[in-house]
């Protein structure tokens, strides 16, 4: 069945990169997405990444993607206190499941 | 802007009534979700419908229900609310075609 995992917690320094893993189990995922819950609102769509490229960079943000070992990742560089936020990596299948399958999240926390 | 409402931010409610948690979105999409965030469990879907009066059972159906009456609005309902269902509950909308999913902004429920 599908599954998404990622850690829960990750604390980083402001202005250094932060690295926020996912791994997920099924093969035929066309898009898998990153989306940001910052404190008390709902998700938000950061990036995604369709199945067939293997990096992805959009500004401070790049996400990578290992398809063969499942593997997807979000780097955010010159973190900032602003991104102190529940990041949620979710897959979407083809063959019309349109509906994401959500990762646990993991918690950003961002000190001076 | 695709915009997902809520109608509520906030509730209270004892032990044994009716909850009615709304939902309502702009942009004529077929598909909407109702989600729960506990945390440490992440997001975990309710039910979903991808039409009107069409419904399916999420991963955790037990305890709710459901009603979509028209395309834009999407009605949780806790037929006898109890305390385990003190959650954040989640809606969610989209299309077949599109990348994400949009999310309102989420109603932290309660019950005493």
């Known amino acids: 069945g599908e599954d998404v995992e990622q850690s829960l917690f990750l604390s980083v320094r402001e202005g250094d990169s932060s690295v926020i893993n996912c791994t997920y189990t099924d093969s035929s995922s066309t898009y898998l997405y990153w989306y940001k819950q910052e404190p008390g609102a709902g998700l938000q769509l950061l990036t995604y990444i369709f199945s067939n490229m293997d990096m992805k960079q959009d500004q401070r943000l790049t996400v990578l993607l290992n398809k063969k070992d499942k593997h997807l990742s979000l780097r955010i560089a010159d973190t900032q206190t602003g991104d102190s936020a529940i990041y949620f990596c979710?897959?979407?299948?083809?063959?019309?499941?349109?509906?994401?399958?959500f990762g646990r999240g993991t918690s950003l926390i961002v000190h001076p | 802007d695709v915009k997902v409402t809520q109608s509520s931010r906030y509730l209270v409610k004892r032990t044994g009534e009716k909850v009615f948690l709304e939902c309502v979105q702009d942009?004529?999409?077929?598909?909407m979700f109702w989600y729960r965030q506990d945390p440490g469990l992440g997001l975990r879907l309710i039910y979903f419908s991808y039409d009107v009066k069409m419904k399916e059972k999420g991963d955790i159906p037990e305890g709710y229900s459901v009603s979509r009456e028209k395309k834009e609005r999407f009605s949780l309902i806790l037929e006898s609310a109890s305390t385990n269902q003190t959650s954040m509950y989640l809606c969610a909308s989209n299309t077949g075609a599109d990348t994400e999913a949009f999310f309102g902004q989420g109603t932290r429920l309660t019950v005493v």
């Open positions: 942009m004529d999409h077929e598909n």
């Open positions: 979710a897959e979407r299948s083809p063959g019309g499941s349109y509906i994401p399958t």
